[in-house]
């Protein structure tokens, strides 16, 4: 996943969904807007936390074409 997300920077925050497989772990798709809830429910934490606003402040925006 870090390493597809190095050939993707502008999408900023994105989900990665992956499965095992017998050859090793493999992408399935790459979400530019993942839902941010489960990962929230799964560490009885917030998005909004002191360790992740460097994180938040570095991303570039993220401009979506208007189709």
Same mark, same amino acid.
């Given at each position: $996943?870090c $390493?597809? #997300?190095?050939? @993707?920077?502008?999408?900023?925050?994105?989900?990665f969904?992956?499965?095992?497989?017998e050859?090793?772990?493999v992408?399935? =798709?790459?979400?530019?807007?993942?839902? #941010?809830m489960? +990962? &929230?429910?799964?560490?009885? @934490?917030?998005?909004?936390?002191p =360790?992740?606003?460097?994180i +938040?402040?570095?991303? *570039?925006? #993220?401009?979506? *074409?208007? &189709?």
């Open positions: $996943a $390493a597809a #997300h190095a050939l @993707t920077p502008d999408l900023g925050v994105c989900g969904d992956m499965a095992l497989t050859q090793g772990p992408i399935v =798709e790459c979400n530019d807007q993942p839902n #941010h489960l +990962w &929230q429910f799964a560490t009885r @934490t917030g998005a909004q936390t =360790e992740l606003s460097a +938040w402040q570095s991303l *570039k925006p #993220h401009a979506r *074409k208007q &189709q």
